[in-house]
């Protein structure tokens, strides 16, 4: 008897001394025509990509807002200014921070000299990891799967960009960063998207050629958010591309109507929140 109550103490013990987490706060940043997402659980977080060199004080002071003094991942989707373009001021403030980036081969007189200083910067980070398809990591309850790319076949950044699953219990959010809608049909090929998600973060900001009505039609989100700016009409979302979002999804929100965007992801339901 003193025995089996000892091992009940022991388990109890255990079980009182596990994390426990309330929902996961996903913030998609308002950055202009970038992208910059914030997973918060407590004080600690993950940033995915960060937006256009200008936005970088901004988005610290955004940070630290959501109560975030920890920064235990630091996502690269690829090179472009947009999603990268924060990398130097990220790293200054967190620089205890694991980068995560593809690792795709560029060739340096194919790509703008910015995207080569990203590059070289990241190459020499001691703090990075490269993940490719199928690679996982789990962070305070939450899991984070690369979807793709598994291989580089060419030069184009977007085509390549890191597309991650983000899992909290049965919710799922799925972010496409600057997919395009050949790597949407290559997932659904791959029955690497089955819906519904609970959040899908729209491929390369709502323009042409992403989010094909067949990617749509396998993923069913409940909420859809397109990262976009208005001040530049170049880079406006697709007319047809945010009709066929609109249709496909629960619920449609924008960061150039909406602003910053703050959603809870409990364990089998997402929602919108206060920011």
């Known amino acids: 008897m003193r025995k089996a109550l000892a091992i009940l103490v022991f388990l109890t013990a255990i079980f009182l001394s596990q994390p426990s987490f309330a929902a996961l706060r996903v913030v998609v940043m308002d950055v202009g025509q970038g992208l910059a997402i914030l997973l918060r659980q407590g004080s600690n977080g993950v940033l995915i990509d960060s937006g256009v060199p200008q936005f970088a004080d901004q988005l610290l002071r955004r940070i630290a807002a959501h109560g975030v003094t920890t920064l235990d991942y630091f996502f690269i989707s690829h090179l472009h200014p947009g999603h990268a373009g924060g990398y130097f001021r990220i790293r200054e403030k967190f620089p ?15 790509q703008q000299f910015i995207v080569n200083l990203y590059d070289d ?46 899992s909290y219990g049965e919710s799922r959010a799925l972010l496409m960063a600057d997919a395009d809608n050949y790597v949407e049909r290559r997932l659904v090929e791959q029955n690497a ?76 339901s997402a929602s919108p929140a206060d920011c």
């Open 121 to 166: 910067a990241l190459r020499n980070d001691p703090k990075l990891r490269v993940m490719r398809a199928g690679d996982e990591l789990v962070w305070r309850g939450v899991t984070i799967k690369v979807l793709w790319p598994a291989t580089f076949s060419d030069q184009d950044l977007n085509r390549h960009s890191l597309v991650l699953m983000v």
């Open 96 to 110: 205890e921070a694991v980068v995560i980036g593809n690792g795709h081969p560029l060739a340096a007189r194919r």
């Open 193 to 268: 998207v089955p819906g519904p998600v609970s959040l899908l973060v729209a491929g390369h900001h709502g323009m042409r050629k992403s989010s094909d009505a067949r990617f749509l039609d396998a993923v069913r989100p409940r909420i859809t958010v397109i990262p976009v700016t208005w001040s530049i009409p170049l880079y406006h979302p697709d007319d047809a591309v945010v009709a066929r979002l609109a249709t496909a999804s629960g619920r449609l929100l924008r960061t150039d109507d909406d602003g910053e965007i703050c959603l809870e992801l409990a364990a089998d």
